[in-house]
């Protein structure tokens, strides 16, 4: 994501965003991540945002690598012990590098049209049999939210489409509601996948 719009946005509200609580189904999504991935396993937190996940999969014994395109959001983390990048998701170059990908509604900031490029860099990167974890709103278009964030919504399955086209085997997804920092609440869609 490189949108300077929604960077903006971002970096305006890094303490807010602090605040939001997950749902219980992310909760819950995030640990079967760590998981299935397993202790000491590599893992990329991709549009790590402030860093809170990469901390809790840090915590859990992960080796966490975190890539974000908000300084503020990459300062954030630095400064609570995340070894975090700016960067976009353009900058996923690796080859079989990962144990897991972590891209907790990160990827619906990216165009439609980068979509299949994106998950195709990701599935290069993780090694075979490496874990994906996917968030995703669930909708149809591509607008800018009330905080003046760009977003892509996908249906199910086009997002499971995608998947298969890049490569990946879905294991299995869960759905569920929740509120964004804009305050307005969405349906979501976890998925999680292997290369």
């Known amino acids: 994501m490189s949108d300077e719009r929604t960077i903006k946005a971002y970096t305006e509200r890094v303490a807010d965003y602090l605040k939001i609580p997950l749902p219980a189904e992310q909760l819950e999504a995030r640990q079967a991540f760590v998981d299935a991935v397993r202790e000491g ?16 999969l840090m915590r859990q014994g992960l080796k966490v690598r975190a890539l974000d395109a908000t300084p503020a959001f990459v300062e954030h983390a630095r400064s609570n012990g995340v070894d975090a ?93 929740g509120m964004g920092l804009a305050g307005s609440y969405d349906g979501f869609i976890l998925v999680f996948a292997h290369a």
């Open 41 to 56: 396993g590599y893992v990329l937190d991709l549009g790590s945002g402030p860093g809170s996940d990469s901390a809790f």
């Open 85 to 177: 990048h700016l960067g976009t998701f353009d900058d996923v170059a690796e080859v079989a590098q990962y144990d897991g990908v972590y891209a907790s509604f990160c990827l619906l900031h990216a165009p439609r049209a980068d979509f299949p490029r994106h998950l195709s860099a990701i599935h290069t990167a993780l090694k075979p049999g490496g874990r994906l974890f996917l968030g995703m709103k669930l909708g149809t278009g591509e607008h800018r939210d009330a905080l003046d964030r760009y977003y892509t919504y996908y249906t199910q399955p086009e997002i499971e489409a995608a998947l298969t086209s890049a490569g990946f085997t879905i294991d299995r997804t869960v759905q569920g509601m």
